[in-house]
């Protein structure tokens, strides 16, 4: 089993900047993917940003440029840095993990919310 908690949303203007961390938890070994997801007020689940255990990192058009996703092996956390936000990045922000080798199991944290506004 795999516990994420994410932690790192609040409240920032339009342009601001927030980084969200995701700390993983027991048998981590396993993951192989991480990735953020974010849910806005009427919407569906969406994908932000992934990256794999070697590195390769992947980004949805809406925040290329902006955001960065990255992991700390040695502490067992994923990071989304959120540069020049937009009011459209309101959301819960969910860090999902993929583990290998690929059982159809997603492990997904309990969200931290994100609230751009002036």
């Known amino acids: 089993q795999v516990q994420l908690v994410e932690s790192g949303g609040g409240l920032v203007q339009p342009g601001g900047s927030l980084r969200l961390s995701c700390a993983a938890s027991g048998s981590i070994f396993s993951i192989n993917v991480m990735g953020w997801y974010r849910q806005a007020p009427g919407k569906q689940r969406e994908l932000v940003a992934t990256i794999t255990s070697g590195g390769s990192a992947y980004y949805v058009g809406s925040v290329k440029g902006r955001f960065t996703i990255s992991r700390d092996g040695a502490k067992n956390t994923a990071y989304l840095q959120m540069n020049n936000l937009k009011p459209e990045d309101t959301a819960v922000y969910y860090c999902?993990?993929?583990?290998?080798?690929?059982?159809?199991?997603?492990?997904w944290g309990r969200g931290t919310l994100v609230t751009v506004s002036s």
């Open positions: 999902n993990g993929v583990p290998l080798p690929d059982s159809g199991v997603r492990y």
